[in-house]
C-alpha cells in the first residue's frame, strides 16, 4: 500500500495518517483495559470496532497473538506511551479549566480524540475540534449512535490544517479576545518543517495572553539520527505487515532538520516547561525508553502565552 505523502493528501480512518489516529485509540483502548490504569477511556474501544480494522481491533481488545509479537510489533511500547502521553494532555486541559479558568480549548487534529465526551469540564467550555472532515463526521455520527454526548459545547471544525483553519475557527464562534487552552498531540512530527512553523505562529497570532498549549514532540535530528528511526521504523512496521495490516510507519513522518518547537515558541512570547517522555513513563510506573532508542529524546512542553502564568 503506497502510502507516501504528497503536498495535499487526504486521507480515512483506515490510510495513511488516518490509520494512525485508529492505531492512537486502539492504544488508548488498550491502556483503559489494563488492571490498574492511568487512563479511561471508555469511547476509544466503540470508534476502533467502528473503523472496522480487524487487527486494530485486536489491538483495541489485547488480543494480538503472542507477547512476543506484541513485543516486536512495538504495541506494549505504544500502550505505555499512549497511557503517559493521554494522562499528560488530560491533566492538562483540567489544569486549564481549572485554576487558570480558561473556557475555549482547540484540539488541532482531533482524531478520534474523546474528550469533548469524557472529561469533566466545567459548565460554559467550548471545545473546538478541528480536523479533516470525512474524520470528523465519522466520529460525531459514531458517538452519536453509541447514546454519547459531549460534556461541553463541542464544536466540530472540518478543516485541513493545512487550509485555512483559523478562518474556520473564527466562523465557529472561536474568540481570539478570550484565553485559550491548545493542544497539538501526535501532531507536529506529520507536518514538514515549514507546515510546523506556520501552524505555530497561527496558534500564537491567535491567542490572547494567558492563552496554554500543549505537545509532544522531539528534537530535530541529523541524518544519522533520521536514518536509524526510518530503519526502526521500517523494521516495525514489517511486523504489521507480518501479522495483517500494513501501515509503512516511515513513509508518514518527516524527519531532520526543523525549528525545535520548545525554542521557537519561547522565541514568540511563551513561557514554555519542558518534560522528558522518560520522566512521565516513570512517573506512571511504566518502563523508561533506553538512551540509545530514538524514542527516549521525546519529550512533552506546556507554555502560557505573554505574562500570565
Not at 11 to 20: K, M, P, Q
Not at 144 to 156: F, H, K, L, N, S
Not at 187 to 214: M, W
Not at 238 to 264: I, K, M, Q, T
Request: glycine share 6%; net charge negative; proline share 6%.
Amino acid at each position: 500500500m503506497d502510502m507516501t505523502r504528497t503536498e495535499n493528501d487526504t486521507w480515512d480512518l483506515a490510510s495513511s495518517v488516518g490509520a494512525t489516529a485508529t492505531l492512537v485509540a486502539a492504544a488508548r483502548a488498550a491502556a483503559s483495559r489494563e488492571a490498574e490504569p492511568l487512563i479511561d477511556d471508555p469511547f476509544a474501544e466503540p470508534l476502533v470496532r467502528a473503523v472496522g480494522i480487524d487487527f486494530f481491533t485486536k489491538m483495541a481488545l489485547g488480543d494480538l497473538h503472542t507477547p512476543d509479537d506484541q513485543s516486536a510489533m512495538g504495541v506494549n511500547r505504544m500502550t505505555d506511551n499512549m497511557a503517559v502521553r493521554t494522562k499528560f494532555f488530560d491533566e492538562f486541559f483540567l489544569g486549564a479549566a481549572g485554576a487558570a479558568g480558561v473556557r475555549q480549548v482547540v484540539i488541532l487534529a482531533s482524531g478520534l480524540d474523546s474528550r469533548a465526551y469524557r472529561l469533566d469540564w466545567p459548565a460554559g467550555m467550548v471545545v473546538f475540534e478541528i480536523d479533516q472532515p470525512e474524520v470528523i463526521a465519522f466520529k460525531t455520527q459514531t458517538l452519536a449512535d453509541q447514546g454519547a454526548a459531549p460534556t461541553c459545547d463541542r464544536r466540530p471544525v472540518a478543516m485541513d490544517l493545512r487550509n485555512d483553519w483559523a478562518s474556520a475557527l473564527r466562523e465557529a464562534g472561536f474568540d481570539p479576545q478570550a484565553p485559550t487552552a491548545w493542544s497539538a498531540e501526535g501532531l507536529l512530527g506529520y507536518l514538514p518543517p515549514e507546515a510546523q512553523d506556520r501552524l505555530l505562529d497561527t496558534v500564537t497570532e491567535l491567542s490572547a495572553p494567558g492563552s496554554r498549549i500543549a505537545i509532544d514532540t522531539a528534537p530535530p535530528s541529523n541524518a544519522e539520527e533520521s536514518e536509524e528511526s526510518r530503519e526502526k521504523m521500517e523494521t516495525m512496521s514489517a511486523h504489521w505487515r507480518d501479522n495483517g495490516f500494513d501501515l509503512d510507519f516511515a513513509s508518514l513522518v518527516y524527519l531532520g532538520e526543523r525549528n525545535e518547537a520548545r525554542d521557537y515558541l519561547a522565541g514568540h512570547g511563551w513561557n514554555v516547561s519542558s518534560y522528558p517522555v522518560n520522566e512521565l513513563l516513570a512517573a506512571g510506573q511504566r518502563d523508561t525508553f533506553d538512551e540509545d532508542e530514538p524514542m527516549s529524546n521525546m519529550y512533552y512542553l506546556s507554555a502560557v502565552y505573554g505574562d500570565a502564568r
